[in-house]
C-alpha cells in the first residue's frame, strides 16, 4: 500500500469549476511534490514545497494554485482550467531537496483528472 | 536542458526472459534511480544509485550507475507477468532536479 494518500481518484469538472486535490503523507518528508503525468509520458514536475515552504515553480498556470497547509498536507487547488489539463496529477514526497536521495520519491497513486 | 534517452522505447518479452533497459544522458548525473509504473498507479522507485560504476540489486533487477556517470541500465532476470508496466530512469542533475526518461513499456506475451 502506498504512503502517499491522494483524493480523489477521480475528477470531471468543467471549465467553469474550482475544486481541490489533496495529498497526504506520514512519513516524516519534509519535501512535497506535483507532478502531471500525461498517457505515456514521463511524470512533468510542477511544483516543490520544502518544509512547507514553496520552493519550485516549474512556471506552472496561476490556474494551478498550490498549498501546503503543513508538513503532511499538500493541496493543489483548480480554477478555470482547460480541456488540455486533463491528465493524472500525481503527489509524491520526499526526504528534504537538495540532498543525494532526495531524488528517492514516494508516488500516491494519482488523481485522474478530466476537464470538460 | 539536459536530456535523457532511454530505450529501447518497447519490449515484447515472453515470460522467463531476461531483460534490458537503458538510459544515456548528454551531461553527467549524480544519482540514476529507476522507477516502475504500472496502470492505474503512480511511479515507484525499484532501486537508487548514488556512485560510478555502481552495481545493485533488488531481486531479479540488476541496475548499474556507469563510470562516466552519463549512463545506467537495468536488467530484470527470468520475467514474469507481473513485471508488465512502464519503467523509467531518473537523473538527479548537480542542482538535485529530477530529469526523467521517456520510459520503457514492457509487455509480456503470453
Known amino acids: 500500500d502506498t504512503e502517499v494518500t491522494q483524493t480523489p481518484k477521480h475528477l470531471v469538472m468543467g471549465m467553469t469549476n474550482k475544486k481541490s486535490l489533496k495529498c497526504e503523507q506520514h512519513m516524516g518528508h519534509r519535501a512535497m511534490y506535483w507532478y502531471k503525468q500525461k498517457a505515456k509520458k514521463p511524470p512533468e514536475l510542477m511544483f516543490v514545497y520544502s518544509y512547507e515552504k514553496l520552493s519550485i515553480n516549474e512556471s506552472v498556470p496561476s490556474r494551478f494554485s498550490p498549498e501546503c497547509p503543513n508538513s503532511s498536507l499538500l493541496n493543489l487547488h483548480l480554477h478555470a482550467l482547460q480541456p488540455e489539463d486533463s491528465a493524472l496529477y500525481l503527489c509524491?514526497?520526499?526526504?528534504?531537496?537538495?540532498?543525494?536521495?532526495?531524488?528517492?520519491?514516494?508516488f500516491g497513486e494519482g488523481s485522474r483528472l478530466t476537464v470538460l | 536542458g539536459q536530456q535523457l534517452n532511454q530505450s529501447p522505447q518497447s519490449m515484447f518479452i515472453q515470460e522467463g526472459e531476461d531483460v534490458s533497459m537503458n538510459c544515456t544522458s548528454s551531461?553527467?548525473?549524480?544519482?540514476w534511480l529507476w522507477y516502475k509504473q504500472e496502470p492505474g498507479e503512480g511511479p515507484v522507485l525499484l532501486i537508487a544509485?548514488?556512485?560510478a560504476g555502481e552495481l545493485t540489486s533488488n531481486g531479479r533487477l540488476t541496475a548499474q550507475f556507469g563510470i562516466t556517470r552519463k549512463d545506467s541500465f537495468l536488467n530484470i532476470s527470468a520475467s514474469i507477468p507481473s513485471d508488465v508496466g512502464i519503467y523509467f530512469c531518473?537523473?538527479?542533475?548537480?542542482?538535485?532536479?529530477?530529469?526523467w526518461g521517456a520510459g520503457t513499456k514492457l509487455i509480456i506475451k503470453p
Open positions: 544509485l548514488y556512485k
Open positions: 531518473a537523473g538527479d542533475d548537480s542542482n538535485y532536479q529530477l530529469i
Open positions: 551531461s553527467i548525473f549524480n544519482t
Open positions: 509524491a514526497s520526499s526526504q528534504v531537496t537538495g540532498l543525494a536521495n532526495a531524488g528517492e520519491l514516494f
